[in-house]
């Protein structure tokens, strides 16, 4: 379950670009500064569900991250984010869901840096 492939791009920008198109650019920062708040909330909220072995509210956070990820082309973050979410579900071991916190905290922090390093995003 943990094996998240490498090829999938940490940021595509393509989401990003069409927004910009779509609804300007000052909207599309305001968004952008909600989705960097959003990934650090939830990461909080997993880390607290997974402590507490509550696997239904790991996999609801789960799935709103990987939504939330996908739409402004975070697509490693939806990628773990969906292992976590069908982790949950299926009440994987405990093995498994410390590979995937593991993997969960790397992706953000590539994910964060990756926006930053594009101009797209504040640390």
């Given amino acids: 379950m943990a094996d998240i492939p490498k090829k999938i791009a940490v940021v595509d920008t393509t989401a990003i670009e069409r927004l910009r198109i779509d609804i300007g650019q000052e909207a599309t920062e305001r968004l952008l500064e909600s989705l960097r708040l959003e990934i650090l909330n939830s990461h909080i909220k997993i ?3 997974r402590a507490e072995g509550n696997m239904r509210l790991l996999e ?5 991250l ?3 990820a996908r739409s402004f082309g975070a697509l490693y973050l939806g ?3 969906r292992q976590l979410e069908l982790a ?6 405990e093995e498994t ?3 995937l ?3 969960l905290d790397t992706c953000i922090a590539e994910t964060l ?3 930053s390093e594009k101009g797209l995003m504040k640390n």
């Fill in 47 to 49: 880390q607290a569900y």
């Fill in 60 to 64: 609801n956070q789960g799935h709103a």
């Fill in 66 to 68: 990987k939504s939330a």
């Fill in 79 to 81: 990628e773990v984010c």
């Fill in 88 to 93: 949950a579900r299926s009440e994987a071991s």
């Fill in 97 to 99: 869901l410390h590979l």
């Fill in 101 to 103: 916190m593991q993997s």
């Fill in 113 to 115: 840096k990756a926006y």
